[in-house]
């Protein structure tokens, strides 16, 4: 992609030459040998157990460091809305400072427990045991499978397209995507609402992000089928490690160019506003950025769509003991300390030192390319921190195919079609249903939907809604019957969709041509465009100015709980079996 | 005679499942609190530093995150039980 701008740095940091190709080989290469380290460390014992869950055998850096999957966004969404609001978005990020805490101390435990007391390796199977009723687990089998397959394919498109930038000579500054007219303005929209950030194409695509798109995929899925769980999740540890150095170096040299933190951010107030220092945030296009109501969501957001995902869910039931949940906690929340907040100082220097980006996407490999320029190793040192995202980007796919072959082979495959699978069947399904999510992917991906980045926040943020209550209610309450979970389950998606969809139609009638009745009567309903939050086509409806999820959980409370209390109560032996211990006097 | 108990992590299960949701609720209400009051709607001219960040983001952010961690840690190492996992399938 040509670079058709006039540089905005001082320095010619179009082309970083070979460095990023070989930091990215060097990424796919230390994964392909973590995978096979993986493979020879479960070979001993039962297939789908070592293969799906590493033998419950996490120790407390893999489980800290991997249970909340970051993902290319926080290297490349995250950076690009400090970079657009200010300091304001480091409230919009508040609450990880609780996160690692909530991520093991709310059901940690018990679901560690509770898999092992029905010897179950995937989420739906544990539900599906723990209520013993089928509907349960196909349900939430579905559920998992379909909001995982959005989010994944949207990563394969992301993957694709960094490989595509990282051929010397292509302008590897676009590490996110095609530049688009309002690239601005959109990339501000799409990556805010999810830090897993992607965006739809509207460009012919060329043919590296062919050879982009299947080096990603044999890569990813191969090193996945060798290694399994475990593979993913030392890939995942590697890049997590590979990332606080390079925020580390990145915030140590940024910093002080700008001239310190304080002066770094009186340059950014002089080169936009005062706003970039206060709340709502800085914008350029009048939308409040963070309103109270807003900010008090992300609160309930981050939290509550954390510590149910699919993907930390299997990791908690991976865990060795509670002991190592107890050392994750503290080393997560270090390790939290240590990303957001100097990505945020970086984030405000970068007006300093790059004050008018076009594409705010770009600002961590700009400075990465500024910073290091004239260091030794320079090149090398900001190929790292430009194969990070990558890193990251492979290590949450292959967690992604994991949980989603897990689904196929244990909760549909051996549940529902062939109960007396041998091992040698299991193991082929799981290799055929991996390869085929694959094949699926890049399929997908060889013409990307225009619209995958609202279906991935709505896999996201729907995932939340649906599971938060359930699972607590699985976890901790005697009564909570199969028709409660089945309720909890689908009123808390379906009223999250509500309302994104209401947004959706909200936004569609806001810019329709004039005399269009049904718009009309669209705005008469809903009220027109509040002018907060992001903007974009797929922006939520907001009832008074909160997030659905908020609205969706208080929903899924009641439909849970309700349900629960009207049906009849479980037998209270099978309950007995999960709550209960016999003391002899 | 047999007596049925509670299972003995699913007790202390409870008991953290709800301090960390206590402490979610306060770092919730005093973050929020402090930067809706000093963050928003302000006169740019008011602004103080402190370390190099806006006295609202230091105090209302940076600050609470540092008690977080070490709230955390405190809560992992001395207020979290250790509890016997079963074997697989018991």
Request: negative net charge.
């Given at each position: 992609m040509a670079n058709n701008q006039p540089m905005l740095a001082a320095t010619d940091i179009s082309n970083p030459g070979y460095s990023v190709l070989f930091a990215l080989l060097l990424f796919i290469g230390a994964s392909v040998w973590l995978g096979t380290l993986a493979q020879k460390a479960m070979?001993?014992?039962?297939f789908l157990k070592g293969f799906?869950?590493?033998?419950?055998?996490?120790?407390a850096w893999a489980l800290a460091l991997t249970a909340t999957v970051q993902s290319g966004g926080t290297f490349m969404g995250f950076p690009a809305l400090v970079y657009s609001h200010g300091w304001i978005v480091l409230l919009w990020i508040g609450s990880y400072m609780v996160v690692p805490l909530l991520s093991f101390a709310v059901v940690g435990k018990r679901l560690a427990q509770l898999s092992r007391m029905t010897d179950s390796f995937t989420v739906p199977d544990l539900l599906r045991e723990r209520f013993a009723d089928p509907r349960v687990g196909l349900v939430s089998s579905i559920m998992i499978i379909t909001f995982m397959s959005f989010t994944m394919f949207a990563q394969f498109k992301a993957g694709a397209t960094i490989m595509k930038h990282?051929?010397?000579?292509?302008?590897?500054?676009a590490l996110s995507e095609d530049y688009e007219p309002t690239a601005a303005e959109k990339a501000e929209s799409k990556n805010a609402t999810d830090v897993n950030s992607n965006k739809s194409a509207s460009k012919p695509i060329d043919r590296k992000y062919y050879v982009g798109l299947i080096v990603f995929t044999v890569t990813v899925v191969g090193y996945t089928l060798i290694g399994g769980f475990l593979a993913s999740v030392w890939t995942d540890l590697f890049q997590s490690v590979m990332m606080v150095i390079g925020v580390t170096i990145l915030v140590c040299l940024a910093v002080p160019m700008a001239g310190g933190l304080e002066q770094a951010t009186k340059t950014a107030i002089a080169n936009t506003s005062s706003d970039i220092a206060f709340g709502p945030g800085y914008s350029t296009i009048g939308r409040?950025?963070?309103?109270p109501g807003l900010a008090l969501s992300m609160f309930f957001i981050w939290i509550f769509g954390g510590f149910v995902s699919p993907a930390s869910m299997v990791r908690v039931m991976a865990a060795e003991s509670t002991e190592v949940m107890r050392k994750s906690i503290c080393l997560l929340s270090c390790y939290n300390c240590l990303i957001y907040i100097p990505l945020v100082m970086t984030c405000i220097a970068a007006r300093t030192m790059?004050?008018?980006?076009?594409?705010?996407?770009e600002v961590i490999p700009r400075m990465s390319m500024l910073v290091t320029e004239?260091?030794?190793l320079g090149a090398f040192i900001s190929g790292l921190i430009l194969a990070a995202p990558f890193g990251a980007i492979m290590a949450s796919v292959s967690c992604f195919i994991l949980v989603i072959s897990s689904g196929l082979v244990q909760?549909?495959?051996?549940?529902?079609?062939?109960?007396?699978?041998t091992e040698a069947q299991v193991r082929r399904a799981t290799n055929v249903s991996m390869v085929s999510v694959g094949l699926i992917a890049v399929l997908a991906n060889l013409?990307?939907?225009?619209?995958l980045q609202a279906l991935v926040v709505l896999s996201a943020s729907g995932g939340g809604a649906a599971f938060t209550i359930p699972v607590l209610m699985a976890c901790?309450?005697?009564?909570?019957?199969a028709a409660g979970m089945l309720a909890g389950m689908l009123v808390g998606f379906c009223f999250y969709f509500g309302l994104s969809a209401a947004g959706w139609l909200q936004n569609w009638a806001a810019a329709?041509?004039?005399?269009?009745s049904f718009a009309r009567s669209v705005i008469d309903v809903?009220?027109?465009?509040?002018?907060?939050?992001v903007p974009g086509l797929f922006r939520p409806y907001y009832i008074?100015?909160?997030?659905?999820m908020v609205w969706s959980l208080v929903v899924s409370a009641i439909a849970g709980i309700g349900t629960s209390l009207v049906t009849k109560p479980p037998a209270e032996e099978h309950v007995s079996r999960f709550f209960d211990v016999a003391v002899v006097k | 005679m047999p007596d049925i108990q509670e299972l003995p992590l699913l007790k202390s299960a409870k008991r953290e499942a709800l301090t960390a949701l206590g402490i979610w609720l306060a770092a919730t209400i005093y973050s929020l609190g402090y930067c809706f009051q000093n963050g928003?709607?302000?006169?740019?001219?008011s602004l103080t530093y402190v370390l190099g960040f806006p006295d609202w983001v230091f105090w209302g952010i940076v600050v609470p995150w540092g008690v977080c961690t070490i709230v955390a840690s405190i809560f992992a190492f001395w207020f979290m039980k250790d509890e016997d996992l079963p074997e697989s399938g018991q």
């Open positions: 070979e001993k014992k039962e799906f869950l590493g033998n419950r055998g996490l120790g990282a051929w010397p000579g292509s302008g590897v500054l409040e950025f963070l309103t790059l004050p008018h980006l076009d594409k705010p996407d004239g260091l030794p909760d549909i495959y051996v549940r529902f079609l062939h109960p007396a699978a013409d990307p939907p225009q619209y901790y309450w005697r009564r909570t019957t329709a041509p004039e005399g269009s809903l009220g027109p465009d509040p002018k907060i939050g008074f100015g909160i997030d659905p | 928003y709607g302000r006169a740019p001219e």
